[in-house]
């Protein structure tokens, strides 16, 4: 079949999924169709719109409850969650911060925002996050233990931390992973800004690292508008993460002390009160996600040269974007299925430009990337928001 | 007259002004009478509540049509707008940043986040605001100017940039100060957060330094929940804003290249409709904090022992922050005052305590403070909320 006629058909396809529509049909679409105006409302006619009011409060109740993590931190985006998330492994100029080549540009930049230096690590199929095998042939070759630590002997820098990313919502495989951390005496954090709803093997993600970050930007599977949180079972990271995202002011009706470096990261009370009515419809957002995956698996299963991702059995994903992974022998049509899918306005998106070719990483050090970089020519995103499966009820 | 006797006499005047109330009187309470509801709801109703969507567009050209400054970039929250307007002025790592001691912290965090040194300078009596006079003096002792750049001889390390703050909405003496950067090769930031309404003879603060920083935090003049904008008149640094505040991702619709370390620093689009709606009511907010300022003055003016602050003739203020100045006869009074006042639910504050107090920039180099150490001791804010003097309309 020549690229044309591939990428034709694999359109075709695509149309037995998508509604028709006289309107782009986007990547991720929120839905509003909950109590969001009511909250909303309730924040404008109190006046409590910005950094105190109950909504950042009972949002990071209702988190906590929902992901089963003891405590949750509000943050007023990923980026922030993911950065705080760092601080709180002790993360300091001039170490090195392991981290998939294959992610969004928000994990390595985290990094650099601490002066720390991303060491991008490989990702396996099965997962499309962080293949533990090869991590720990990588590091057992680079890195070597002294007390409590672990240094690069290549570069003599410290290792500090592993951020490991659950790619489109499918959790890696956390156990050795954890182990593998544990062993290297390396801080394991969950990037889980994709995966809120996921679990491995049956507990919530961002519930195996030490702490963990969560992304409610408007393409998530719920939005505040722009937020996230950071994910934690000890209680003095999460008072440690509220002070820092607070301006690290301690507490005083009116006198104004910061006790070390802070942040502005707080999330505003009038996002959060989007998030409260967001989190209430996330089980029916999730069986309609979920709903939509299968129609993928199925529609896709006749088409030769591409396979739908699916997760491992272990895994269970929110399916935050619906992947397709090209045959070896169909790498090349890549290109055009992506042309002609936004030409017909059907949002299609590669994967990220892996991170050690952009060029504010490009002399970072680096394991064997080759699956990261096969992945890379090989993954397509399709339409995933819940409503193309129809009406979203406020609760499965 | 005692220490109780003079503090009781504050609060007695205070009630003078002040609505009686059942709640706590805050110190700066936003209000939402204008389009707020319309606008949000048209971002629920259409999806559109983050990174992309009309709001954002339409309050980045309403600011700077208002400011007139002929670009402003919306970001996420004022600190993030400094850290953004440091970055545009090419501060680096290892560089010292002039910036007054008393101020926010925030002011001081952003220095932090570019990886460059604090520099304090001290403020003047006339505007609470850089003294330009002492900054002169202090840069003829230890500054030294090679080609463009400008250099601590003491430290060795370069001097790249002055934030000029306009305390509690008074703006500094902006003529001299542009000069003495201009001389000394030190790129001007106007950190105008408190400032957006304030005019220095005639143009809006924001305007004379080479990029201004904004804030519409909840407890500004007008509010986007947590919000803030970075200004300039000169193309290619908007651009610049732009670009490092979404990520430094290249424009394509669906490739994902970023060119250089960047930040998730967006504004949501929700809170730029709260913002569009709050700018619509500026001039009613404004009529309102200076009627109020006016009555502040009148109802103290017979008061022995302190002072309502007023700006200089050349200065139009918003009276972000009402403020009454301590006679250095009563100094003492300060803290038994604000016990009084928020025993009494007022909610009076002290100014920050000075930057060279806090222990992360204990080291930081600077110049004689004496006046921002005296000021310290001096200054109190009384509630400012424009909802203090009636029903603000929509517009004046």
Chains 1, 2 share one sequence.
């Not at 802070?262 to 996330?282: D, H, K, V």
């Amino acid at each position: 079949m020549s690229g044309e006629a591939f990428s034709d058909a694999v359109i075709e396809t695509l149309r037995g999924i998508l509604p028709p529509s006289q309107e782009p049909i986007p990547l991720h679409q929120p839905s509003f169709k909950g109590s969001e105006w009511t909250y909303v409302k309730e924040c404008l006619d109190t006046g409590w719109v910005s950094s105190a009011g109950k909504f950042v409060d009972r949002f990071e109740k209702e988190l906590s409850e929902y992901t089963t993590s003891p405590f949750a931190v509000a943050c007023c985006n990923g980026t922030a969650a993911l950065h705080i998330c760092l601080l709180l492994s002790e993360v300091e100029r001039g170490d090195e911060v392991l981290l998939p080549a294959l992610t969004f540009v928000a994990t390595a930049n985290a990094v650099s925002y601490c002066g720390a230096i991303p060491h991008f690590v490989d990702s396996e199929e099965r997962t499309l996050g962080v293949d533990p095998e090869k991590l720990l042939k990588h590091l057992s070759e680079i890195a070597e233990v002294r007390g409590n630590e672990c240094f690069n002997r290549k570069t003599g820098r410290r290792i500090r931390a592993l951020v490991a990313m659950h790619t489109f919502g499918c959790p890696v495989d956390l156990d050795p992973i954890a182990e593998i951390c544990q062993r290297f005496k390396i801080h394991l954090i969950e990037d889980a800004a994709e995966s809120l709803g996921s679990t491995y093997k049956g507990r919530h993600t961002g519930n195996i690292g030490r702490v963990s970050a969560l992304s409610f930007n408007g393409n998530k599977i719920i939005t505040t508008g722009g937020g996230g949180a950071v994910l934690t079972a000890d209680k003095k990271l999460a008072e440690k993460a509220k002070h820092l995202t607070t301006t690290a002011k301690s507490p005083h009706p009116y006198l104004f002390n910061h006790d070390e470096l802070g942040y502005n990261y707080r999330m505003p009370n009038i996002n959060a009160a989007l998030g409260c009515a967001q989190l209430e419809q996330i089980d029916g957002f999730l069986a309609a996600k979920r709903l939509l995956a299968s129609k993928y698996e199925k529609i896709f299963s006749g088409l030769q040269g591409l396979k739908v991702f699916t997760p491992p059995t272990w895994a269970k994903s929110n399916f935050w974007l619906n992947t397709v992974i090209l045959d070896h022998t169909h790498t090349q049509y890549r290109d055009e299925i992506l042309k002609t899918a936004n030409a017909a306005e059907i949002l299609a998106r590669p994967v990220w430009t892996l991170m050690h070719k952009l060029p504010m990483f490009k002399s970072a050090p680096r394991m064997d990337l080759s699956t990261a970089e096969s992945l890379e020519l090989r993954i397509l995103n399709f339409p995933s928001s819940p409503s193309l499966v129809g009406e979203v009820s406020g609760n499965a």
